[in-house]
T-cell receptor
Framework: NAGVTQTPKFRVLKTGQSMTLLCAQD?????MYWYRQDPGMGLRLIHY???????AKGEVPDGYNVSRLKKQNFLLGLESAAPSQTSVYFC???????????FGQGTRLTVV | EDQVTQSPEALRLQEGESSSLNCSYT??????LFWYRQDPGKGPEFLFT???AGEEKEKERLKATLTKKESFLHITAPKPEDSATYLC????????????FGQGTTLQVKP
């Protein structure tokens, strides 16, 4: 049982390049989330989804887009990367509100 | 505005030296308070959920407690393998499952 798997684990981008981060979960969870973690800032919510085909903005959505075409996958896109998007990105999933979130192992992204 | 503050930012203990980590929160309608452990280079790992004031939960050397304004994570007789960053998060009144995280407390236990 893999849980939550993020692809890739590491990436270096040049300013202006685009990329997509993939999150896949095999627990049949309805709710999925993308967070970013920066030193001294804690984890901050970028976008989330409460079911297949739905997405919503979190606390820091600017510069990112998401899609949830399949229940098990949640994609995070950066259309034009900026150095301020250098961070560690975590995907999480849960059955529903009030339940524990399961996190992936993270994607370390550096934008130069 | 929902907010979570953890203290201290960093804590160094000798093996066997008990202590507590604090998580103060402000949230409109608490659905749950969560504690996670995060090891370097890994994602957060779930420890506890507390739902109402007065609730307590234990797991090995860890005990979490909750009041209306704060939560404590008590660590009794810690071992070096307890070294990690401990994260506190709250869910507010919405049914979206969104978590508001504190900055974390990095614990180092020396043998």
């Amino acid at each position: 049982n893999a849980g939550v798997t993020q692809t890739p684990k590491f990436r270096v981008l040049k300013t202006g390049q685009s990329m997509t981060l993939l999150c896949a979960q095999d627990m049949n969870h309805e709710y999925m989330y993308w967070y970013r973690q920066d030193p001294g800032m804690g984890l901050r919510l970028i976008h989330y989804s409460v079911g297949e085909g739905t997405t919503a903005k979190g606390e820091v959505p600017d510069g990112y887009n998401v899609s949830r075409l399949k229940k098990q996958n949640f994609l995070l896109g950066l259309e034009s990367a900026a150095p301020s998007q250098t961070s560690v990105y975590f995907c999480a999933s849960m059955t529903g509100p009030d339940t524990e979130a399961f996190f992936g192992q993270g994607t370390r992204l550096t934008v130069v | 505005e929902d907010q979570v503050t953890q203290s201290p930012e960093a804590l160094r203990l000798q093996e066997g030296e008990s202590s507590s980590l604090n998580c103060s929160y402000t949230v409109s309608g608490l659905r749950g308070l969560f504690w996670y452990r995060q090891d370097p280079g890994k994602g957060p790992e779930f420890l506890f959920t507390l739902y109402s004031a007065g609730e307590e939960k234990e797991k090995e050397r860890l005990k979490a407690t909750l009041t209306k304004k704060e939560s404590f994570l008590h660590i009794t007789a810690p071992k070096p393998e307890d070294s990690a960053t401990y994260l506190c998060a709250v869910q507010g009144s919405s049914n979206t499952g969104k978590l508001i995280f504190g900055q974390g407390t990095t614990l180092q236990v020396k043998p």
